[in-house]
């Protein structure tokens, strides 16, 4: 019998073939039998060009074909490399070399695959695969290094589809407002795997815009944004407790939220978001509950299944509280790192954990608390600083909107904190005053040796500051500083 998770995804629409499936914001609208009838076209002809196993790259705008070519590669055994469209030719020869892909799809060549798909005959048969057998392979961001491609399972993303339609409570009349891009796991994974599961009307948006989201706001039930779609939601003062009157769920993942952001949001709407943790390599980890204290800074509980400790850089169990290494194990979590088994073998403990690099702390009844990439972990004189610490501090001062923490280079102590501070439009705050605002409240050594600010945070397009190029930016700050001093 065959595990393709496109018979998972398929029961949830199968009985309902003429029902909306995606809503575009100009009007039109695929049923899910437009959509299942265009990728079985789709994987009439793909089989006629690929064999079972060999990926297939797309870098394609937003739109329902993609989606379509999504299900042609799950129904036709070839597994899907999306890729961010913002690569540019350089980058994308890399992920040419290195998936060695047997079909590309850019934007006109997607055109040309509808075109050629409606000269043959919708492919019957569903590709009989393995839950190991191979879906997809996202490529993680390469801050550091050369990217890697993490394989995952048909097994990874329906176990993952699954909890997640079940725990996030997913009902029958649910329409999904999706303004998420669909290169992530986030947005193709995470929303359109669990909407098709449940049947779901997706509002299809090319992008996030505010404008279109508001009036999305009065049909749809569910949305999955990053913290940057709430952030500048607040910024518009027609989103309200009215306009969000229709609205049953708020999911926010893929970067942290402020607890600033999460009160003003609930104050707003009077809705609680409900903030999730995820990766590449493992889909949905931990969430907070439907059904229950959704706690701002904390992605909530291990989902059902999944098994999440927290460790030392040697592998030893921390006891409640500790700060260590998030280490996680589970059917989500992925088969390893395309064509790099010394680092997938590095990134496994023998028992099967995965070390995700982020650390973090459980509490004693077992939420998961986050505080920074294991990389960001600045050491200034030898003693440890969290810069999640640092910033849930800095963002409690009234006229800061948002902060990024930084260790850089300091020829006495080794490392120094940097606070890159974003103020709220009109405010001002000088280096003293923001000082004087943590003085009492963080220990000497944590507090910040300079403060930068600027008008915005570099992110990259999942929202997540890029704090590798703030690090870069600011690297010489110091020896700068000390070199003008003696001169």
Same mark, same amino acid.
């Given at each position: 019998m065959?595990?393709n998770? @496109?018979l998972?995804?398929?029961r949830g629409?199968?009985?309902?073939?003429?029902k909306c #499936?995606?809503?575009?914001p100009?009007?039109g609208?695929?049923s @899910?039998q437009?959509?299942?009838?265009l990728?079985a076209?789709m994987?009439?002809v793909?089989?006629?060009?690929? %064999?079972p196993?060999d990926?297939?790259l797309m870098?394609?705008?937003?739109?329902p074909?993609?989606?379509a070519l999504y299900?042609?590669?799950?129904?036709?055994?070839?597994?899907?490399v999306?890729?961010?469209t913002?690569?540019?030719a *350089?980058e994308?020869?890399?992920?040419?070399?290195d998936? =060695?892909?047997?079909?590309e799809?850019?934007?006109?060549?997607?055109?040309?695959l #509808?075109?050629d798909?409606t000269?043959?005959?919708?492919l019957?048969v569903?590709?009989?695969?393995g839950?190991d057998?191979?879906?997809?392979?996202?490529?993680t961001?390469g801050t550091?290094?050369?990217?890697?491609? *993490?394989m995952?399972?048909?097994?990874?993303?329906?176990s993952?589809?699954?909890?997640?339609h079940k725990l996030w409570?997913?009902q029958?009349?649910d329409?999904?407002?999706?303004?998420?891009?669909?290169?992530?796991?986030?947005?193709?994974?995470?929303?359109?795997?669990?909407?098709?599961l449940n049947?779901?009307?997706?509002?299809?948006?090319?992008?996030?815009?505010t404008?279109?989201?508001r009036?999305?706001?009065a049909r749809a039930t569910?949305?999955?944004?990053v913290p940057?779609f709430?952030?500048r939601?607040?910024e518009?003062?027609a989103?309200?407790r009215?306009? #969000?009157?229709?609205?049953?769920?708020f999911i #926010?993942?893929s *970067?942290?939220?402020t %607890?600033a952001t999460f009160?003003?949001?609930e104050?707003?709407?009077?809705h609680r978001?409900?903030?999730?943790?995820?990766?590449?390599e493992t889909?949905?980890?931990?969430s907070?509950?439907l059904?229950g204290?959704?706690? &701002?800074?904390s992605?909530?509980?291990?989902?059902p299944?999944? %098994?999440v400790?927290i460790?030392d =850089?040697?592998g030893?169990?921390? &006891?409640a509280g500790k700060?260590?290494?998030?280490?996680v194990r589970?059917p989500?979590? @992925?088969?390893?790192y395309?064509?790099?088994?010394?680092?997938?073998a590095?990134?496994?403990?023998?028992?099967?954990?995965?070390?995700t690099?982020d650390?973090g702390?459980?509490?004693?009844?077992?939420?998961?608390?986050l505080?920074g990439?294991?990389?960001d972990?600045?050491?200034?004189?030898g003693?440890n600083?969290?810069p999640?610490?640092?910033e849930?501090?800095?963002?409690?001062v009234d006229?800061v909107?948002e902060?990024?923490?930084?260790?850089?280079?300091?020829?006495?102590?080794?490392e &120094?904190v940097?606070?890159?501070?974003?103020?709220v439009?009109?405010?001002t705050?000088?280096d003293a005053?923001l000082?004087?605002?943590?003085?009492?409240t963080l220990a000497?050594f944590?507090?910040?040796?300079a403060?930068i600010?600027r008008?915005d945070?570099p992110?990259n397009?999942m929202g997540?500051?890029?704090?590798n190029q703030?690090r =870069?930016?600011y690297?010489?700050c110091f020896?700068a500083?000390?070199a003008?001093a003696?001169?």
């Amino acid at each position: 019998m065959s595990e393709n998770l @496109f018979l998972t995804l398929a029961r949830g629409f199968a009985d309902q073939p003429d029902k909306c #499936c995606l809503q575009l914001p100009e009007g039109g609208q695929w049923s @899910f039998q437009q959509l299942d009838t265009l990728s079985a076209r789709m994987a009439a002809v793909l089989v006629s060009r690929a %064999e079972p196993g060999d990926r297939v790259l797309m870098q394609v705008q937003k739109c329902p074909e993609a989606v379509a070519l999504y299900l042609a590669c799950l129904r036709a055994g070839l597994v899907l490399v999306p890729l961010n469209t913002a690569y540019t030719a *350089a980058e994308l020869d890399y992920f040419r070399q290195d998936a =060695e892909p047997a079909i590309e799809v850019d934007d006109q060549s997607l055109q040309r695959l #509808c075109l050629d798909s409606t000269y043959v005959d919708p492919l019957q048969v569903v590709a009989e695969v393995g839950g190991d057998d191979l879906a997809a392979i996202l490529y993680t961001s390469g801050t550091t290094g050369r990217s890697k491609g *993490a394989m995952l399972s048909h097994d990874n993303l329906r176990s993952n589809a699954l909890t997640l339609h079940k725990l996030w409570g997913f009902q029958a009349d649910d329409v999904l407002l999706h303004a998420l891009p669909i290169y992530h796991v986030h947005g193709l994974f995470v929303a359109l795997n669990t909407a098709l599961l449940n049947g779901s009307t997706v509002l299809f948006y090319p992008r996030f815009d505010t404008a279109t989201l508001r009036e999305g706001l009065a049909r749809a039930t569910v949305m999955m944004g990053v913290p940057t779609f709430y952030t500048r939601m607040l910024e518009e003062p027609a989103i309200n407790r009215d306009a #969000c009157a229709h609205m049953r769920l708020f999911i #926010c993942g893929s *970067a942290p939220l402020t %607890e600033a952001t999460f009160a003003a949001f609930e104050a707003r709407t009077g809705h609680r978001i409900l903030e999730r943790y995820g990766m590449s390599e493992t889909g949905m980890i931990s969430s907070n509950p439907l059904d229950g204290e959704r706690l &701002a800074g904390s992605v909530g509980f291990a989902l059902p299944g999944v %098994e999440v400790r927290i460790c030392d =850089e040697q592998g030893k169990h921390l &006891a409640a509280g500790k700060v260590g290494v998030v280490e996680v194990r589970g059917p989500n979590v @992925f088969n390893g790192y395309w064509r790099m088994p010394e680092k997938t073998a590095a990134e496994f403990r023998d028992d099967g954990f995965f070390v995700t690099g982020d650390l973090g702390r459980l509490d004693g009844s077992g939420r998961l608390w986050l505080v920074g990439r294991e990389k960001d972990l600045i050491i200034s004189g030898g003693l440890n600083v969290y810069p999640k610490e640092v910033e849930l501090c800095l963002d409690s001062v009234d006229g800061v909107l948002e902060t990024a923490v930084i260790g850089v280079p300091h020829p006495d102590f080794g490392e &120094a904190v940097v606070a890159v501070c974003v103020m709220v439009e009109g405010r001002t705050l000088d280096d003293a005053g923001l000082e004087a605002a943590i003085a009492d409240t963080l220990a000497r050594f944590k507090q910040p040796k300079a403060y930068i600010q600027r008008a915005d945070l570099p992110r990259n397009t999942m929202g997540k500051v890029q704090k590798n190029q703030l690090r =870069e930016d600011y690297r010489d700050c110091f020896q700068a500083a000390r070199a003008a001093a003696t001169e």
